[in-house]
């Protein structure tokens, strides 16, 4: 019985580590909307909704052993503080969703995208704000994305490249 359990524990602790081999990476960060533009009396859809992030991202496999992902069981999550505050916002990866499983041999990768906007749902988006700078400013070097299935939990560590569209 002790073999056993010692034989039990070794293998749990090879997931483990077999797990912590693999990375999320934030590559780019595209940002629109940051300001509103009320120059015209048309309103277009997404114009009062604030800032919105393109979020390109990758998830690799570091280890020496093929990784099976399970994305439709899994969630995503974007993490920012502004103002000392701290938000999280449901992210929908739709090119991660529709797949069942994706299997991640050695040293491969995982490229998405997804994206949202920043602030709807939360206290910062303004009915009359017309300029999200200081608050995009703010925000953009906190941002982590969480991504979490049943055996794993990835948190990104950082941004490696952000780009502002239509200023």
Do not use: A
Not at 136 to 151: D, F, G, N, Q, R
């Amino acid at each position: 019985m002790r073999y056993f359990l010692i034989f039990i524990f070794i293998v749990l602790l090879s997931s483990v580590n077999l797990y912590s081999q693999t990375t999320l990476t934030i590559e780019k960060i595209n940002v629109s909307n940051i300001f509103v533009n009320d120059i015209s009396n048309i309103i277009k859809e997404g114009d009062n909704d604030g800032p919105y992030i393109h979020l390109q991202y990758c998830i690799s496999n570091e280890s020496n052993k093929t990784i099976k992902l399970l994305p439709s069981k899994s969630k995503m999550y974007l993490h920012f503080n502004v103002k000392n505050n701290s938000y999280t916002i449901n992210l929908i990866p739709i090119s991660l969703m529709e797949k069942d499983s994706v299997l991640l041999n050695p040293h491969e990768q995982f490229k998405g995208v997804v994206g949202d906007y920043i602030f709807l749902g939360t206290n910062l988006l303004k009915s009359n704000k017309k300029n999200y700078c200081i608050e995009l400013i703010e925000s953009i070097p906190t941002i982590k994305v969480e991504y979490i299935e049943m055996t794993l939990t990835l948190i990104s560590s950082g941004v490696l490249n952000v780009n502002v569209l239509n200023p």
